[in-house]
């Protein structure tokens, strides 16, 4: 198959931007889209077609859909046209021989671009370090047994847990809002007893470290939950805004002075 | 010459870890605040060893290659994780795991690691469910269990096909929280690209910031590694692209010694090869033998059909399918160890039975479980990876049996440590794969898991403090010594070699071509004419890479080619040590079939009488062979005996 790549290439952080074509031929439709770009550097250092030799720079690891490294936004997709999908497991026989294919970094004022295809999410971490877990220190816990969790409860915990932090969600969003990973998160632990004790602050600390970050705000558009290659649902925002209010109702953490020393 | 001494503790089997607990020393609290440690990857490992020592009140720096901590390849892991809870009362109990996992090692681990690993196991799943892993459960709401392979019992935790992926969100989610608490600070983006020992001890890391190119040094009191393994040898595996052998290499070359490199497991069911352009290979996890049946078929004409597409699967009747594992192994059938269902079906596709278009695949058939258990039942155990199998192969598997073939997956060898996780460097501890300790000559499935997360939350923080209670009173290090700028001068003179090279060849181009020798001279079958000739193809294969690699771009600021090419300058001399490890032991044990070393029906030979032993070697500098000290392995507690997975 041939493709035309229209790709974004951006120096660093600080240069201006702007799409460079490409030609690539002969490209097996069993060839996942980042062996295709890994065929397009190849000829970039073999051939020399442009000095100095700067091949293209994506994201990536672990290629299986898990890791959550690869970040492309391919034909106004996130992870491109296919549903449910990472870019990494996308394979060229999605394609039409001869398209041409626009790739693009995910564009969000929370991820800045670090070079070409690379974006920063590190705000991600930030959202999560807030309070994106649970306390308990290692040692000194119950019978795993001992909790009980509904099967039905627990398979709705998995569902959130699946989100891979790859940021599609956000660069879907007409808004660049966060919400369906913060979601995610918050869900997952109400839906669990062990997440219980710290749900309150949990949701109030995360939610306000994401504003402060500069995701925007939610309009309920649901192209986050469209683009999500894990298809979490936006049934999570839903639980999460009834988090949050709850603890605005009824959240009030007093300092207390002083102790028992 | 240093001395191996495992520092096994005193007592019975039971008894080891908790005398050596009584009798360990510990800092106080207000000491722990003194001390530096840097830990080195962020998967299972080394994020639950981060967060549990910065609870304990350690200053710890991590770091990780990758844009986040989230992102290590522990992430990857799909079936589940081992531990002897015998929940399911089906005659489970702490030896019958340490047994299993002896045994399933082919009796080339240590008994006092292998014990203690088993021995923690049940507080390993009592810590992930009090962080809010969400592992399968039962309609009563109690915790479920499915088998793995070389068990005949249901051990196995698991949280749908991602449970690697929910064990590691929890240990991020631990360190998230030390983070947060500002005892543990995390340096993302960086790679490590070199040791630095002070007066022969571990004392800090150089680093290079991915992004920016700038080279670092950071200084502590202890390094932990825990950066997994080194398949990527190989360069068609089942590990994420970005993981690598340097930081391993690096403590190698710097007097750590590397055990049992050889040890190299080959997974039996990953999705074959399908062209020269691929960058990695994908695994089905092993969970799936519990209720997919492996076969090829019976009779010559039938393969050609199926090669030339004139037959499908399902036109082959129950008859004429070779169910070659139940046939050999009916105690254990498809749940035999990784190394043997490889082997054997290795064996089927030398015989000219292999399917799918190279001859080089057998089936992993679902039809009968479907049928009993129905489609939604199987659905619900195995989505995601029927999903992802219909991706890359474009079948459904509902509809026609997957197809499968071996693939590089895991590394049993590693740093040698002793029972404390301290490498012969001292200072220096190792955690999760990147060591050696407790897999012997085959892992496990499941366990890999468990190793890495008893490494981090349960054994390092204990004896991390016996090493660091002798150093308290040493300050804190300074960068500026003269042994940090020597590492740090080296390491930026090899990149600026590799840069100035400028030759013909791209670093992937070589890589595969190391790829190539040891996948057909170092990988399922092994003898002594093709493992010489591999040394010898290697050693011309460096000195091409050394002449001819073309590495674009410059030190500083993003570049991938130069990451990448450090890394094959290290795999390439990695490749040769695990070829003369595999040369030099005369034996088959485990994933090492050594093919002069076989029982008439094909069955790996041990040689415990002069085999017995880990191989730990000592670099000696460069274009010099490196020093053989052998560790014996000595079996107080249980009886050798040739694995029989048979009755």
Known sequence: MNFTLKIWRQENSKAKGRFKTYKIENISPDCSFLEMLDILNEKLIHDKIELPVDPVAFDHDCREGICGMCSLYINGHPHGPEQGTTVCQVHMRKFQDGDTIVIEPWRAKAFPIIKDLMVDRSAFDKIIQEGGYI??????????????????????????????????????????????????????????????????????????????????????????????PKNISVEHIARMNREFLKSKLTHAEKKRIGGFG | MTQLNAKIPQGSLQEKWTNYKANQKLVNPANKRKFEIIVVGTGLAGASAASALGELGFNVKVFCIQDSPRRAHSI?????????????????SIWRLFYDTIKGGDFRSREANVYRLAEVSN????????????????????????????????????????????LLLGAYGALSKEIKRGSVKMYTRHEMLDLVIVDGIARGIITRDTITGKIERFAAHAVIIATGGYGNVYFLSTNALNCNASAIWNCYKKGAFFANPAFVQIHPTCIPVHGDYQSKLTLMSESLRNDGRIWVPKKKEDVEAIRSKKLRAVDIPENDRDYFLERRYPAFGNLVPRDVASRAAKERCDAGYGIGPTGLAVYLDFSESIRRLGRDVIESRYGNLFQMYEKIVDENPYENPMMIFPAVHYTMGGLWVDYELQSTVPGLFVAGEANFSDHGANRLGASALMQGLADGYFILP??????????????????????????????IEKLQRLLAIQGKYSVATLHKKLGKIMWENVGMARDEARLKQAIEAIRSLKQEF?????????????????????????????????????????ESCGCHFRVEYQSEDGEALRNDEEYKYVSCWEYQGEGVEPQLHKEPLEYEFVELKSRNYKV
Request: hydrophobic share 40%; net charge negative; aromatic share 8%.
């Open chain 2, 76 to 92: 990857s892991a799909q079936g589940g994780i081992n531990a002897a809870k015998n929940y399911p009362n089906d005659g489970d």
């Open chain 1, 135 to 228: 306390s308990a220190s290692t040692g000194g816990v119950p019978d795993a047994n001992s909790i009980l969790v509904s099967k039905e409860y627990a398979d709705m915990a998995m569902d959130a847990a699946a989100c891979i932090g790859c940021g599609a969600c956000v660069a879907a969003c007409k808004n660049a809002s966060a919400m369906l990973f913060v979601a995610a998160k918050v869900s997952q632990f109400a839906l669990l007893p062990q997440g219980h004790p710290e749900a309150k602050r949990r949701v109030q600390a995360m939610v306000s470290k994401m504003d402060e970050l500069g995701f925007g705000s939610c309009t309920n558009t649901y192209a986050c939950e469209a683009e999500c």
């Open chain 2, 462 to 491: 204990y004896t991390l403090q016996n090493y660091l209670a002798d150093q308290i009173g040493v300050q804190k290090f300074e960068t500026d010594l003269p042994e940090f700028e020597l590492a740090e001068k080296e390491t």
């Open chain 2, 123 to 166: 507080n390993i799943i009592d810590q992930c469910v009090a962080q809010g892993v969400p592992f399968a459960r039962d309609y009563a709401g109690y915790l479920d269990n499915r088998s793995f392979g070389g068990a005949q019992v249901s051990r196995t935790f698991y949280a749908r096909g991602q449970t690697g992926q929910q």
């Open chain 2, 546 to 586: 050394w002449k001819e690699v073309y590495v674009p771009g410059s030190l500083t600021g993003v570049n991938d080619e130069l990451l990448k090419a450090n890394r094959l300058a290290d795999y390439l001399e990695l490749a040769e040590l695990i070829a003369h490890d595999a040369l030099l032991r005369n």
